[in-house]
């Protein structure tokens, strides 16, 4: 079983189901993934003013963003290697990084695109853990429309579709 452990930078951000549907998504995406090894994965919920800070603190982006990755592993997308990962020497859980979401955004997008709230944080939850294992988006090529794939099918099996 993985662990997915939730802070919030501001009290009370958020909904009550926030930490349950970030939880049920990220482990979707890693069972849709086929990893089966225990794995960690750290996310803070936050808000445009904590992600704007941690976006141009670490990628040099002076703007607020929806969600933030930053995988502690440089893994191939679908080909799940747990022996080329980082782990905890505690637990022996596989660390795969650090998700940032940002809350209200989630509110606005999941209104602005007719989907709600609950669609819109779980998407990028997990949106994220794929990040987290390997997947991008850099160009509108390949790796994208893979992405994309994988993305749909996650959350079509959390039957939470658009």
């Known amino acids: 079983m993985s662990t997915v452990t939730i802070a919030r930078d501001k009290p009370r951000l958020g909904r009550p189901e926030t930490a349950a549907l970030v939880k049920k998504a990220v482990a979707a995406a890693l069972r ?6 225990p794995c960690h994965v750290d996310v803070l919920l936050t808000d445009d003013e904590g992600i ?14 929806d969600v933030l990755s930053f995988p502690l592993n440089e893994l191939t997308p679908g080909d799940f290697d747990p022996e080329a990962c980082e782990r905890d020497y505690d637990t ?14 989630c509110e606005a997008q ?10 819109e944080v779980s998407y ?7 990040h987290l294992l390997g997947y991008d ?9 893979l992405m994309r794939s994988r993305e749909d099918a996650i959350m079509e099996s959390l039957q939470i579709t658009r």
């Open 110 to 119: 999941g209104e602005e695109y007719g989907h709600g709230y609950r669609r």
């Open 124 to 130: 990028l939850a997990v949106h994220s853990t794929l």
């Open 52 to 65: 704007h800070a941690i976006n141009f603190e670490h990628r040099g982006v002076d703007a607020p963003t």
């Open 92 to 105: 022996g859980e596989v660390l795969l990084g650090d998700m940032v979401i940002d809350i209200p955004r």
């Open 137 to 145: 988006h850099l160009d509108e090529g390949p790796e994208k429309a």
């Open 32 to 37: 849709a993934e086929g990893v089966d090894t």
